[in-house]
């Protein structure tokens, strides 16, 4: 079955016509939905967002399905409990990021994150991981 569309230009007397089939039109519909459905990019954080937003409060998130709650204390220490890790290390401040070195654990290391604001107090790491303020 063929949708008709009779489209006509604005001030030229020719008409042309086109069909469409539904599967077009459900594809239409569909592109149409994801475009509105999806989200607006979130900046990253400045450093001094970050200071008031992140560091000295209690975070939690989910990582391989587990509940781990962090904290960048204003020390420049950085806190981990997990399940299967707990752990503190040190982070500092570059730029916009904040690098943590962990020592033990599944991931030892340094690795440096920017931060974007979700709004609701999420926030999501340049890994992809969302924060939750613990309230």
């Given at each position: 079955?063929?949708?008709?569309?009779?489209?006509?230009?604005?001030?030229?007397?020719?008409?042309?016509?086109?069909?469409v089939?539904?599967?077009?039109?459900?594809?239409?519909?569909?592109?149409?939905?994801t475009?509105?459905?999806?989200?607006?990019?979130?900046?990253v954080?400045?450093?001094?967002?970050?200071?008031?937003?992140?560091?000295?409060?209690?975070?939690?998130?989910?990582?391989?399905?587990?509940?781990?709650?962090?904290?960048?204390?204003?020390?420049?220490?950085?806190?981990?409990?997990?399940?299967?890790?707990?752990?503190?290390?040190?982070?500092?401040?570059?730029?916009?990021?904040?690098?943590?070195?962990?020592?033990?654990?599944?991931?030892?290391?340094?690795?440096?994150?920017?931060?974007?604001?979700?709004?609701?107090?999420?926030?999501?790491?340049?890994?992809?991981?969302?924060?939750?303020?613990?309230?």
């Amino acid at each position: 079955m063929l949708a008709r569309a009779k489209f006509e230009g604005g001030d030229q007397s020719e008409t042309s016509q086109c069909y469409v089939t539904p599967n077009a039109l459900i594809l239409i519909a569909a592109l149409s939905l994801t475009v509105v459905a999806h989200p607006a990019q979130a900046e990253v954080m400045s450093a001094a967002e970050i200071a008031e937003q992140i560091v000295d409060k209690d975070l939690v998130a989910r990582r391989m399905g587990a509940r781990v709650h962090l904290r960048y204390d204003v020390s420049g220490t950085v806190t981990i409990r997990a399940p299967f890790f707990s752990g503190t290390g040190s982070w500092e401040r570059d730029g916009d990021r904040l690098c943590m070195t962990v020592r033990g654990g599944p991931n030892p290391g340094t690795s440096c994150h920017n931060f974007e604001n979700l709004g609701g107090g999420r926030f999501r790491n340049s890994d992809g991981m969302v924060l939750q303020l613990n309230n």
